[in-house]
């Protein structure tokens, strides 16, 4: 069983920048396990961020952006909003599954 | 607008199984895939199964494997995730959401499953 790892939880100052990881079991995270990112706050309905690694919907802020570093997917919020504390998942493709990591908790403080 | 309108909550006995329904609309169902998720109370997302409605191909999480199907049916633009030998444990908020080429967009509202006697 494919087990997708990410940091329970971040803290980060207004204005400032973080960066999210996501790490398969089952080796380095390519762009062939095709990473999607969502944003869920409390109470509502998860809303995706990013696809296909690094591209965003039409509603994603400009501040967000998705890359692979270090063998893992990875999510970069630059100049973080208050707005922008939430739980965040990411989403990976292997072997004909999808299999989403437990979630990275932000904090904007 | 992308719009997909899952049915209402459900109360089920263990053992007992539920049908949930997603009715989609503003876009051609049958190019998209719908994936379903769901959510336990204060537990992270999971991945439940896939279902592509042109070619009737499926998938599911193998947790989940002969406990659960998922169906589209053309003719109303509407998916289904059916889970049977319900346990407390499947108590979830289950979600479908559009999919096609591993590009997850648009979310159901969710419809919260309980399964307690």
């Known amino acids: 069983q494919t087990v997708v790892t990410q940091e329970p939880s971040l803290t980060v100052s207004p204005g400032g920048t973080v960066t999210l990881t996501c790490a398969s079991s089952?080796?380095?995270?390519?762009?062939?396990?095709?990473p999607n990112w969502f944003q869920q706050k409390p109470g509502q309905t998860p809303r995706s961020l990013i696809y296909?690694?690094?591209n965003k919907h039409s509603w994603t802020p400009a501040r967000f952006s998705g890359s692979l570093l270090g063998g893992k997917a990875a999510l970069t919020l630059s100049g973080v909003q208050p707005e922008d504390e939430a739980e965040y998942y990411c989403?990976?493709?292997?072997?004909?599954?999808?299999?989403f990591g437990g979630g990275t908790k932000l904090t904007v403080l | 607008q992308v719009q997909l309108v899952q049915s209402g909550a459900e109360l089920k006995e263990p053992g007992a199984s539920v049908k949930v329904s997603c009715k989609t609309s503003?876009?051609?169902?049958?190019?998209?895939?719908v994936t379903w998720v769901r959510q336990a109370p204060g537990q992270g997302l999971e991945w439940v199964g896939w279902?592509?409605?042109?070619?009737?191909?499926?998938n599911y999480a193998q947790s989940l494997q002969g406990r659960v199907t998922v169906t589209a049916d053309t003719s109303t633009s509407t998916a289904y995730m059916e889970l049977w030998s319900l346990r407390s444990d499947d108590t979830a908020v289950y979600y479908c959401?559009?999919?096609?080429?591993?590009?997850?967009?648009?979310w159901g509202q969710g419809t919260l499953v309980t399964v307690s006697s």
């Open positions: 959401v559009r999919d096609i080429d591993w590009v997850v967009d648009h």
């Open positions: 503003n876009y051609n169902f049958i190019n998209y895939g």
């Open positions: 279902a592509n409605p042109k070619n009737g191909d499926r």
């Open positions: 089952t080796g380095a995270v390519t762009s062939g396990y095709y």
């Open positions: 296909r690694t690094s």
């Open positions: 989403l990976l493709y292997y072997d004909g599954l999808w299999f």
